[in-house]
């Protein structure tokens, strides 16, 4: 089972400041094949990117994601007020899917 | 309107068994991949369950295998989990989502049923 660390636990920023979240993983996910999630308090999850670095629908280009390998990245280049949440990392390169344990942007 | 709804979910005894329920609709159900992810109180996201687009093949997590079925009907554009000896530590939301990509990723989700099991 491939493992995903994610870091920082927590990130205070304030509105209009750049967020830089990481996603480790245990070993090399294939193809690329890792996800990034939104989820605001008593919400389902909102999927953001897949493939490393393919925006979903809808999704606004202030996010972008990057990374390949075991070592990936979502950049969220300025924040605005709706994007204070948890963040997610998933891959799907191995039969047993895993999420990484989330990265809270609270507002500093 | 393309929108995941699930039901089923209650409080539930240890050894017990539930059944939720994913209705589809807004899309052809019968042409994706479907997954059951959950979220215990105040923790992550883990996957749980995966049925090809037929049926005619599931994959389970370690932590739920030979406890839980995932099945679905796609005249009725409904996914299911069976639950049986059910533990406490099987309490959370239970999420529906489509699957996308090779083995998935999640781009449409239900808002979730939550299970609890006590005594």
């Known amino acids: 089972e491939i493992v995903l660390t994610q870091s920082p636990g927590t990130l205070s920023l304030s509105p209009g400041e750049r967020a830089t979240l990481s996603c480790r993983a245990s070993?090399?996910?294939?193809?690329?094949?890792l996800a990034w999630y939104q989820q605001k308090p008593g919400q389902a999850p909102r999927l953001l990117i897949y493939g490393a670095s393919s925006r979903a629908t809808g999704i606004p280009d202030r996010f972008s994601g990057s990374g390949s390998g075991t070592d990936f990245t979502l950049t969220i280049s300025r924040l605005e007020p709706e994007d204070f949440a948890v963040y997610y990392c998933q891959q799907y390169g191995s039969s047993a899917l895993t999420f990484g344990g989330g990265t809270k942007v609270e507002i500093k | 309107e393309v929108q995941l709804v699930e039901s089923g979910g209650g409080l539930v005894q240890p050894g017990g068994s539930l059944r939720l329920s994913c209705a589809a609709s807004?899309?052809?159900?019968?042409?994706?991949?479907m997954h059951w992810v959950r979220q215990a109180p105040g923790k992550g996201l883990v996957w749980v369950s995966r049925i090809n687009s037929d049926g005619s093949s599931t994959s389970y997590a370690d932590s739920v295998k030979g406890r839980f079925t995932i099945s679905r009907d796609n005249a009725k554009n409904t996914l299911y989990l069976q639950m049986n000896s059910l533990r406490a530590e099987d309490t959370a939301v239970y999420y529906c989502a489509r699957g996308r990509g090779l083995r998935g990723y999640f781009d449409l989700w239900g808002r979730g049923t939550l299970v609890t099991v006590s005594s």
């Open positions: 807004g899309f052809t159900f019968s042409s994706y991949w």
């Open positions: 070993q090399s996910v294939s193809s690329s094949y």
